[in-house]
């Protein structure tokens, strides 16, 4: 006998599960990438930022 | 003469069966395709000789502790080594770029396993039990690692039709697919040109290979051999200081493997197994998988374009199907076929591994329910 009941079942979860696991792929993919993008902005400043620090660091120094 | 009769009677010939002849001719169709058509000759190669050596008589290549069952019994049915390891190798071949510059491909990799869901249910209509008919419906994901993984585990006695289904019809990716595809779609949308991708850097592709992991492995830990071994491959690809380990996974390691993999899986179809209404049956509903799925990824493009300021080619959709690269580049095809400056391969690539990642998922969860 077949248990149709079952089978929209497991149809229903697993194409439900397909597309919640890939539609939080793609929100996470979003997040991560601007994430990121802010992370290379620190990088591609690095010089920079660090020439700042250097500054600081010389000023507390000398008073 | 008595022990000439008995050395006879002792060799293949007088144990030779119509099934057995069948086979050694459905054998040498497959050899034909892979040699003179050079439909995936890298596997129907393999599985044509696997079948031709499954079916000689008294050689029993499968027969228990014998040289083939040794590596199908231990290597697929029993700890299924080899599709992960194949994973990796795909993995190390794959370039995420195009999914991760426009996520929303991701979706139509989702829709394009419609095709597993419906062949499910036309599998339980022809008379398949449940894990029968997943096993089956999995063929539409047009991902033959994932279709050997999920049947070894729920139904190993369709292992080979399944099998040698999925590879056959992923061959025939480029007839199936282009009909479906203009019969969905108008002229008009066929020529949308979509805009040029951003580039992507090395460390979201490194990110996308942590995240995806870890995202598909807990929402579906029995996927978890597949995706992690498909990941760990594409993280040697991107970070950049492996080389060794990423030509070895996508060259010397999966070649070794496709080549026992495919060999085992051919010689899982001897007469006796082959040679039923239900392997028919088996091939016809791969056929309904892959039209299906195609339709599912078709018809969400279209239906994405409803809200989408910058429209969709929906002729992308279609590379959901999971195999790869050929499903993109009968996106390409169809689309120059109308308009030959229209150039959307690199954005068809996107659906196309996010199938991969989405037949795997889907397995998992069958295997979840059904295990």
């Not at chain 2, 292992?159 to 697919?177: E, T, W």
């Amino acid at each position: 006998m077949i248990e149709w009941g079952k089978a929209f079942q497991v149809a229903f979860v697993g194409l439900s599960g397909v597309f919640a696991g890939l539609i939080l792929l793609d929100i996470f993919i979003v997040f991560f990438a601007r994430i990121f993008r802010v992370v290379e902005w620190v990088g591609a400043k690095r010089p920079f930022i660090e020439h700042l620090f250097i500054g600081f660091r010389y000023a507390r120094k000398n008073g | 003469m008595d022990l000439l009769l008995d050395m006879f009677q002792k060799t293949g010939f007088p144990q030779i069966t119509w099934g057995n002849v069948l086979m050694w001719i459905i054998s040498m169709v497959f050899l034909f395709l892979a040699v003179r058509k050079e439909y995936e000759p890298l596997l129907l190669v393999p599985i044509s000789f696997g079948i031709l050596l499954a079916n000689i008589p008294m050689a029993e290549f499968m027969k228990e502790n014998n040289f083939l069952w040794v590596f199908y019994h231990f290597a697929i049915a029993r700890w299924d080594l080899l599709p992960p390891i194949i994973f990796m190798g795909v993995g190390a071949m794959t370039d995420f770029g195009p999914c991760i510059a426009n996520p929303k491909t991701l979706l139509l990799g989702a829709a394009a396993q419609f095709g597993v869901y419906v062949t499910f249910f036309g599998a339980i209509f022809l008379g398949f039990s449940i894990p029968e008919a997943a096993s089956i419906g999995i063929i539409g994901g047009a991902d033959g690692p994932t279709t050997i993984f999920l049947t070894s585990k729920l139904a190993s006695h369709l292992l080979g039709a399944n099998a040698v289904a999925a590879y056959s019809y992923m061959a025939m990716v480029p007839i199936i697919q282009p009909p479906i595809m203009r019969l969905l779609t108008t002229k008009a949308e066929r020529m949308i040109r979509m805009k040029q991708m951003r580039s992507v850097s090395r460390l979201e592709k490194i990110g996308f290979a942590v995240v995806a992991t870890l995202v598909v492995c807990m929402l579906a830990p029995d996927a978890a051999p597949l995706m992690g071994m498909f990941m760990l491959g594409n993280l040697f690809r991107e970070c950049g200081v492996v080389t060794r380990l990423s030509n070895a996974a996508q060259n010397e390691l999966i070649n070794i493997v496709t080549i026992f993999l495919a060999v085992c899986v051919g010689a899982t179809m001897s007469a006796d197994v082959f040679l039923k209404p239900q392997s028919l049956f088996i091939f016809f509903l791969g056929l309904v998988a892959f039209s299906f799925s195609t339709v599912g990824g078709l018809l969400l493009a279209k239906f994405m374009n409803l809200f989408l300021k910058d429209k969709i080619n929906p002729l992308i959709g279609s590379a959901g199907v999971s195999a790869v690269p050929m499903a993109a580049r009968v996106s390409q095809v169809v689309a120059r076929a109308d308009d030959k400056h229209n150039f959307i391969l690199m954005h068809a690539m996107g659906p196309n591994v996010a199938g991969v990642i989405g037949t795997a998922l889907a397995a998992g969860l069958f295997l979840n329910m059904l295990k």
